[in-house]
């Protein structure tokens, strides 16, 4: 494989799991853009554990997912007392109040930049991508999917049929942030250097984009638009100057025409059937 | 010293809160965050600068860079607004994100990545208060800034389309069946929102004598905040929120250095959300009054 597909297929892959990151909390109803926060917190806590304790890569990156996931846990309830647009700028906060601290901490190299030493290359990578897509599969094959986006789409029938919201709306938005902190594991060994400004709220909107792009009401949604989101801008790498513009016109043409994203639960259904032929049709 | 802290503060401040105004306004109709506003505020900073350099006056160049802002805004509204009707809330949030991007990416084109330095047509007086020092364009923007927020929240108040715009943000279904023409008003908001920007945009190249394509987007997240603190949907909290970060940010650089900043502002607009989110003045469109 050569180095520059390699290096495309890296951001691809982490992409998409930030878009699953993104995409646990907005199936919960909530729009968390606070993602690259909680990719900080990930990344330099993965960092700080290979480089400081000399952990390994691997164990290390998923004690910072764990402990990205708590951190999320403790926050989870007062940010969830707001709800709408008001939550999404909680998390708007909370993700700018994290990397500016992190810009302020020296034992990580504050405004400096942090070198990671302990390396992850693309078959780890690849393999975190996947365990994370089989895991959202497995969630939304059980009760809890179907909990979750029961709580999104009515939450007071949600309550009153028994689901417990509050535990159901902090367990979306706690995976979701321990998803975005294995993300941001990954891309610190990968990479072998982070810095504090690289984790900004463009690039928590940039996630949030996939997902909607992709359409927030199946699985594969957030897979496509991640594709879409690190794919185009590669495809059209030709015209060098114009390539951001092209892609923004590509974004708005791609709205316009499937305003609730491109994967649609009535599109993947037609799909099936034109590869299955319904029963009515087959007589 | 603090008094002149103070005063370069609300100077700052007084950016914000324009920017502020421009959100509020979408937000409190459409319950719509518009991430085109910084590139609005972009377009207009460095047309303003490439004009003045072109050699045209601010006579002229003022004039154009507020229609410029409207124009936009009017376009963003026909891109953005058909997808709201019976979509998700959040969708047109992907259109409005994609519109800042290409704006971004045609300054770029159009004008490369640099920092550009704007040259005044006059030269930079200072107006001393005792210690103070002010700069005249900046009350001078000051002053504006105040004027055109006082003009909307008279239009709003005391007008037809104002009385049409709070009806639509208090319940655009029943505005519709009462003959409230939605789809007329609508891009009147994105209108006065789009010349408010712009005015923002040109302040701000004029009191800083910078701009760049991604001029913008820190103006932008500060405006949102300020939006948030003063109370989403009304004028004036915005223009107090925006007065307010203002005021904090330059206190966080002068007492704990430039690095702390965003520790400071968004720490507050967290602090606020948990314990008021209704902002200081309250929610509510032009403060709920009828």
Known sequence: ?283 | MLAQQLVNGLMLGSVYALVAVAFTLTMGVLRFLNFSIPGIFMVAGMATWAMLKGGAGLALALPAALALGAVLSWAVERLTYPQMRGGDHFVPLVSSMALLILLENLALVAWGSDQQRVVLPFASASARFGDLVVGVPQLVGLALAVGVVWALDLTLRRTRIGRAVRSIAEDAETATILGVSVGRVVPVVFVIGGVFTAVAGVLFALNYQQVSPFMGEEVALKGISAMVIGGMGNIWGAILGGLVIGVVETAAIHWFGARTVDIWVYGLLLALLFVRPTGLLGGGFAGGRA
């Open chain 1, 1 to 283: 494989m050569s180095g520059y597909l390699e290096g495309v297929l890296v951001v691809l892959a982490i992409n998409v799991i930030l878009a699953y990151a993104a995409f646990l909390p907005i199936v919960a109803g909530q729009l968390n853009l606070g993602i690259a926060g909680f990719m900080a917190t990930g990344a330099y806590l993965s960092a700080y554990l290979t480089n400081a304790h000399g952990w390994l890569a691997i164990p290390a990156a998923l004690a910072a997912t764990a402990l990205t996931a708590l951190l999320a846990l403790v926050v989870a309830f007062p940010i969830l007392r707001t709800r709408g647009i008001y939550l999404a700028l909680a998390t708007f906060a909370f993700g700018q109040v994290v990397a500016a601290t992190i810009l302020n901490l020296n034992v990580v190299g504050g405004a400096s930049g942090y070198p990671v030493a302990a390396h992850l290359g693309f078959p780890a990578i690849a393999a975190a991508a996947a365990a994370v897509f089989a895991a959202v599969y497995l969630l939304f094959h059980t009760r809890f999917g179907i909990s979750v986006t029961a709580v999104s789409d009515d939450e007071l029938v949600a309550d009153q049929m028994g689901l417990s919201v509050r535990w159901l709306q902090a367990a979306a938005f706690t995976i979701g942030a321990g998803v975005a902190g294995l993300a941001g594991a990954l891309h610190a060994h990968h990479f072998s250097y982070i810095e504090a400004q690289h984790f900004n709220v463009l690039l928590s909107i940039y996630v949030v984009l996939y997902v909607l792009l992709g359409g927030t009401q199946t699985i594969y949604g957030p897979l496509l638009g991640a594709a879409v989101f690190t794919l185009l801008p590669e495809v059209l790498r030709g015209s060098a100057q114009w390539r951001y513009v092209i892609f923004a016109c590509l974004i708005l043409a791609l709205m316009t025409w499937r305003p609730q994203g491109v994967v649609t639960r009535s599109l993947l259904r037609r799909l099936l059937e034109w590869r299955r032929p319904a029963p009515e049709a087959a007589t």
